[in-house]
């Protein structure tokens, strides 16, 4: 498996608190990611980065924020968490964006809770 | 915007027996991604198909990329008890796309 650690990796945390999810990564891939998983829902694409300080949104990025200061480290931050963000969080890496060899590494996922 | 679909949502197989699992993108994708992630895990890279009409196997495993770019599917043959989780497909638009755009996944159940 790719050097990919996602902390913690379960959380349980009450509606209205902030909450920071990390993801570290040993590959020094340039290209990381943020995922929920919910049933019936798939992957869906939170927020990504295509280097230091560099981020875009994906589908579902209302209510999170992403920080990247360092190429290895890609942080999710949820400011005030709310119910319907209870789910598996997962972190992807890949070396490149488009054209062969882009797949994603995926981290163990972290399981969010909110009371 | 772009969605990729997937059917079926389930399928339950007895062991030994094949099963499919269809992608279908609403655009041209200029490539697709299958990805298994089993029971408690995370999602695992498998393959990549690029060229239109593209057919690659991995042992009892068969991907086809469709010749209007815009389908794939991945057919396993005499499912085995290991074969369990959930398959996904993921496309990219473009070759300058943004992002994978994952199907919700097909789950697969094997009794022996």
């Known amino acids: 498996d790719a050097g990919i650690t996602q902390s913690p990796r379960h959380k349980v945390t009450e509606t209205g608190t902030p909450v920071t999810l990390r993801c570290h990564q040993t590959?020094?891939?340039?290209?990381m990611y943020w995922y929920r998983q919910d049933p019936g829902h798939g992957l869906r694409l939170i927020h990504y980065?295509?280097?230091?300080?560099?981020?875009d949104k994906g589908e579902v990025s209302d209510g999170y924020s992403v920080s990247r200061s360092k190429t290895e480290d890609f942080l999710l931050t949820l400011e005030s968490a709310t119910s319907s963000q209870t789910s598996v969080y997962f972190c992807?890496?890949?070396?490149?964006?488009?054209?062969?060899?882009?797949?994603?590494?995926f981290g163990p996922g972290t399981r969010l809770t909110v009371l | 915007g772009q969605q990729v679909m997937q059917i079926p949502q389930y399928q339950h197989v007895q062991e030994g027996e094949d099963f499919t699992t269809y992608c279908n993108s609403s655009?041209?994708?200029?490539?697709i991604q299958w990805y298994k992630q089993r029971p408690g895990g995370h999602p695992v890279f498998l393959i990549q198909l690029v060229k239109s009409g593209e057919v690659k196997k991995q042992k009892r495993l068969t991907f086809q990329f469709g010749e209007a770019k815009k389908n794939s599917s991945l057919h396993i043959t005499a499912t085995q008890t290991t074969d369990v989780g959930t398959y996904f497909c993921a496309g990219l638009k473009d070759q300058a796309g943004t992002a994978l755009i994952f199907g919700k996944g097909t789950t697969l159940s094997v009794s022996s």
């Open positions: 655009t041209t994708l200029s490539n």
């Open positions: 992807a890496i890949s070396p490149r964006l488009g054209g062969p060899y882009n797949e994603q590494f």
């Open positions: 590959e020094n891939h340039r290209y």
């Open positions: 980065s295509y280097g230091v300080k560099d981020t």
